[in-house]
């Protein structure tokens, strides 16, 4: 199993910026895939970035360019750095984990960005 602990959410302006961390009971190393999906209001849970096995890394075509998704394999963490945030970005943001037949999800934080 894997746990997930996700922290940095919160309420921004149009514009700014927010990191958000993924404390994982295993080194992202050694999983097939960690990253971030959202999940906003009526809409269905969607991925906006990956890093599978280890260096491959994927965006939602929405944030590139805004986005960067980053592991620091000491620790066990994996952020998401979310640059000039826009309205549509506000939904509630899961850290997800694959590894074998296991898929791992964390409790999820709110994002919220105001215009």
């Known amino acids: 199993q894997v746990q997930l602990v996700e922290s940095g959410g919160g309420l921004v302006q149009a514009g700014g910026s927010l990191r958000l961390a993924c404390a994982a009971s295993?080194?992202?190393?050694?999983?097939?895939?960690i990253g971030w999906y959202r999940q906003a209001p009526g809409k269905q849970r969607e991925l906006v970035a990956v890093?599978?096995?280890?260096?491959?890394?994927n965006y939602a075509d929405s944030v590139k360019g805004r986005f960067i998704i980053s592991a620091d394999n000491a620790k066990n963490t994996v952020y998401l750095q979310m640059n000039n945030l826009k309205p549509d970005d506000t939904a509630v943001y899961y850290c997800?984990?694959?590894?074998?037949?296991?898929?791992?999800w964390g409790q999820g934080t709110q994002v919220t960005v105001s215009s």
């Open positions: 997800n984990s694959k590894i074998g037949w296991g898929d791992y």
């Open positions: 295993r080194s992202p190393l050694f999983l097939n895939s």
């Open positions: 890093i599978r096995s280890g260096s491959t890394i």
